[in-house]
């Protein structure tokens, strides 16, 4: 009997021992490598949820930016920065219900309106901001405008003033901008829907 055939079985038998040793290395190796693969697509995954989050974030404060710059132009009574804030063709309905049409109408208007109503200790602030993402370049926002401490026709000063204000934000070439607003003063509740007198604290 020759020595290589004493120990093929040997062999043979140590083959069949390191194959069956090596098959649920196989198989874990390739779970790892599907988990790791699985783990790798979610952290890719939440990455991208995580920019888009991001993204719309400073979308939503450049939109609410526009509300804010408005009511800052209107005390500094800056005509030229309330109309900036607006598209070239965009509109705009004030709150006594002139109709607006770009921004060499506006700021014709608003130069003499702020010279009216706006004096040394007048402020304006918006709040309330409801900002709607239609899509990532089209936003609509209903906010409200409140001017404190105008003036009034009569020359008397207004304590304040609740202004509702809605607006049709677009993106131009990466700035956004207000395509179309409209202001109108917000109606007091009637008399009949005030809370009793009795009943307020």
């Known amino acids: 009997m020759k020595t290589s055939q004493a120990y093929r079985p040997v062999l043979v038998a140590t083959h069949t021992i390191d194959s069956a040793a090596q098959a649920p290395k196989s198989a874990l190796r390739g779970r790892m490598q599907r988990l790791g693969l699985t783990l790798l697509a979610c952290t890719l995954v ?102 404190r401490n105008a003036n009034g026709p009569d020359g008397t000063t207004i304590p304040a003033i609740p202004i509702d204000f809605f607006y049709v934000a677009v993106r131009h070439a990466g700035r956004w901008l207000i395509q179309d607003g409209r202001a109108h003063f917000a109606a007091a509740p009637p008399s009949n829907m005030k809370e009793p007198a009795a009943s307020r604290n």
């Open 46 to 147: 939440i990455g991208v949820i995580g920019s888009a989050s991001a993204g719309q974030a400073q979308d939503e404060a450049a939109v609410r930016a526009l509300g804010d710059t408005f009511a800052r132009a209107l005390v500094q009574k800056n005509a030229e920065l309330r109309a900036s804030i607006f598209a070239e063709d965009g509109t705009f309905v004030t709150p006594r219900g002139d109709f607006l049409q770009g921004r060499v109408a506006m700021v014709k208007d608003f130069g003499p309106e702020a010279q009216q109503a706006v004096n040394g200790t007048t402020q304006a602030a918006f709040s309330n901001y409801r900002v709607r993402f239609i899509k990532p370049d089209f936003a609509v926002v209903d906010a409200l405008l409140t001017v």
